[in-house]
């Protein structure tokens, strides 16, 4: 079955074996065993939430099962909750792995399972392939790990892989980013997430911050611009400000997103965003199992937000959208503003659209802020 108005529906997952000390998401540690109360109880839950969906908003046309560490669980879990899901015939459903689980926890005919119930897409957390650049982010997994948990997504039929590589991170030059670069290409990844490491409040990184080797703010941004270089030149297309695809592989889900569409927030913490409204779960797992409903979080949907979401997709703002979606053409004044900023090479406008630059996508925020004032 097939929907003009796509939704996409997010499952939180947020169990880890052990929380990294960059990571501000919502989880809690469970080292125990896979098939404790709590995974039973909180599986549990979400099926419950997904057959409380109007179906009005139904079927969806992406699944994302998020972390947390989603391979925390079993593959049997995934199953039954994709089982109870109605999503279009051509769904995109993405699991979020750890490299680790899948080489040495899951087996090959448990994910062979969830490819069979329609698993399409492994989006895996590999941050870098430089074992000592690892080491300081926490993670567990060597670059050999890596090979081996791509090698079993291969080996179930799985084409779709997405890596995950972060930048800005301790010890990091543009030599060892383009050995990451390099590991993503050779190993048939489709689709590429870089997400600049920030230090947030709280985390044990936060702490620590002036012992870690971290590259300055200028260094960052020749990081930034020699990722979107190298990725291009392997035929990865930026389609946003941290994510790049081989054609025809952008994230569908991540897509609605950007383009201010609808989407279904299941688990604690995680947002939802339908009829115009925007609502949240509390950060609290076990409120989450005791059914508490989620929270009002006010109206959404608007020009305003529109636009400072469009303009991190490389396509940015276009007239014939804004006018589509809105019933008028992007205002002139937005045009002359953004002109500005094209002197400096971080803006492309032209009569129709606007869009920014790599070098701009650096600047987004005031950018962004400037073109709407």
């Known amino acids: 079955m097939m929907t003009n108005n796509p939704k996409g529906l997010y499952i939180h997952i947020p169990f880890c074996r052990s929380k990294c000390p960059y990571c501000d998401f919502f989880s809690m540690a469970v080292p125990q065993a896979d098939d404790n109360d709590m995974f039973l109880m909180y599986a549990g839950t979400v099926l419950q939430w997904i057959e409380r969906i109007d179906p009005k908003h139904l079927p969806v046309s992406s699944v994302y099962f998020g972390g947390g560490t989603p391979t925390r669980l079993r593959p ?60 300081a982010l926490g993670r567990r997994a060597t670059a050999e790990d890596i090979k081996k948990a791509i090698g079993l997504v291969r080996y179930v039929g799985i084409e779709n892989l997405s890596l995950d590589l972060m930048l800005g ?65 392997y035929g990865y297309k930026q389609y946003e400000i941290s994510n790049f695809a081989k054609p025809g592989f952008e994230s569908r889900h991540n897509l609605l997103y950007w383009d201010c569409r609808e989407y279904i927030g299941i688990g604690p913490g995680a947002h939802s965003f339908l009829d115009g409204k925007r609502f949240y779960y509390e950060r609290d797992i076990l409120d989450f199992i005791n059914s508490r409903r989620p929270v009002y979080d006010g109206e959404g949907g608007s020009f305003e937000e529109y636009v400072m979401l469009r303009l991190r997709l490389t396509e940015g703002l276009r007239n014939s959208l804004v006018n589509e979606r809105f019933g008028f053409d992007i205002p002139k004044d937005m045009f002359d503003r953004a002109r500005v900023f094209e002197k400096e090479g971080l803006t492309v406008v032209d009569d129709e659209s606007i869009h920014m630059t790599p070098k701009g996508f650096l600047l987004s925020n005031t950018i962004i802020a400037k073109i709407l004032d």
């Open 76 to 135: 049997e879990t995934y199953f039954h909750i994709i089982d109870h899901i109605d999503h279009t015939d051509d769904c995109e459903i993405t699991l979020e792995c750890n490299p680790y689980d899948l080489a040495y926890y899951w087996n090959p005919d448990g994910l062979r399972q969830l490819v069979d119930v329609g698993l399409n897409r492994i989006s895996m957390g590999m941050q870098s392939v430089v074992d000592s650049e690892r080491k």
């Open 169 to 233: 991170i301790p010890d990091q030059t543009i030599d060892s980013l383009k050995r990451s670069i390099d590991f993503c290409a050779e190993n048939g990844a489709k689709h590429v997430s870089c997400y600049m490491l920030k230090i947030e409040p709280g985390t044990p990184f936060h702490k620590i911050e002036q012992q870690l080797n971290l590259p300055d703010e200028d260094e960052c941004c020749d990081i930034y611009l020699a990722t979107c270089e190298l990725l291009d030149e």
